[in-house]
């Protein structure tokens, strides 16, 4: 039988809210702002083991069995709802360090995120990453108050100085038995695993959909809640950037076309005509990988990974 911890009974370390100023890694410059419409496609990778222990980038000490992650730009913390594009589970999850800085990645998960998200042992998957307003604002609120943690909860162990309450567990059914029978669909059965394991809440997606939106939060969608969409059949591009001038980007596609597959397509952002030039579609995310370093060593260090539905025919 496989368990989780109940939601709230895991007692965060505190942090400050962090915004922070405009930085470089790599060659590339970051720059951190608060966007309550951020909503991104990419591929998601997990950080664990080594970081267990050790500050992150808002003060808080990271915990590996935490349902948090890591993200460049967005401020600390931050409410995001992860889904992975593969498998359709889709996860509520708290930003609270900066990273990742491997190129085609645009979030870091915890190993517990990458466990509920199905990405432990792949490593790496293509996933959609969306903020949450209201969640967002309550816990920004929470930190600038000083207080990160949504509960406290009897005598902490200290792990490297990581306070982690004791588990208060509830048995769950073999989630591959469950599969097998077939329940009610909208709704995700946590893997099984061998190591230690902290909050998630089984929920369906029209329980997310249909809850309102509120400043409240005794409503408001809880970090670690779980649930499953439908997702679509994908394909991976590299993107070399987009542009309000078509004829810059032409010119940047006749510079690409011997890398590959190369196409400028229009989009409106905002109210505002940019053209998208793109390399692909791509088989693999090692693929991906490959074609990204090219198209960063042709001197587009902006480039990125992005996350396609198929086009129909």
Request: net charge positive; charged share 20%.
């Amino acid at each position: 039988m496989h368990t989780a911890k109940r939601l709230g009974e895991t007692n965060k370390s505190q942090g400050d809210y962090k915004v922070g100023k405009p930085y470089k890694v790599k060659g590339v410059e970051y720059t951190p702002e608060e966007d309550m419409a951020y909503d991104e496609t990419g591929i998601a990778s997990w950080y664990g083991p080594n970081f267990h222990g050790k500050y992150t980038a808002n003060g808080e000490i990271y915990d590996q069995w935490d349902v948090s992650a890591a993200h460049k730009t967005l401020p600390m913390p931050s409410i995001v709802r992860v889904t992975n594009l593969e498998n359709g589970r889709s996860l509520v999850i708290r930003i609270n360090d900066r990273g990742p800085y491997v190129a085609g990645r645009i979030i870091d998960l915890s190993r517990r995120a990458a466990q509920l998200l199905g990405v432990e042992q792949t490593g790496t998957a293509k996933v959609r990453v969306q903020i949450m307003p209201n969640e967002s604002r309550v816990a920004a609120e929470r930190a600038k108050a000083g207080g990160t943690q949504l509960a406290a909860k009897d005598t902490p162990i200290s792990v490297k100085g990581v306070n982690s309450e004791p588990v208060a567990s509830q048995t769950l059914s073999d989630p591959l038995e469950d599969q097998r029978n077939a329940k009610a669909p909208g709704q995700l059965y946590v893997a099984p695993q061998s190591a230690p394991v902290v909050q998630a809440q089984l929920v369906t997606h029209t329980q997310i959909l249909d809850a309102p939106v509120t400043q409240s939060a005794s409503k408001i969608a809880p970090v670690g809640q779980i649930s499953r969409v439908a997702v679509s059949p994908t394909q991976l591009y590299v993107q070399a950037g987009a542009f309000s001038d078509v004829g810059n980007a032409e010119r940047v596609k006749n510079h690409l076309t011997t890398i590959g597959n190369v196409s400028v397509t229009p989009i409106s952002v905002n109210g505002r005509d940019l053209f998208r030039v793109r390399v692909g579609p791509l088989s693999s995310v090692a693929d991906a990988d490959a074609l990204l370093m090219e198209v960063v060593d042709a001197g587009y260090v902006n480039a990125r990974t992005v996350v396609e539905k198929t086009a129909r025919n």
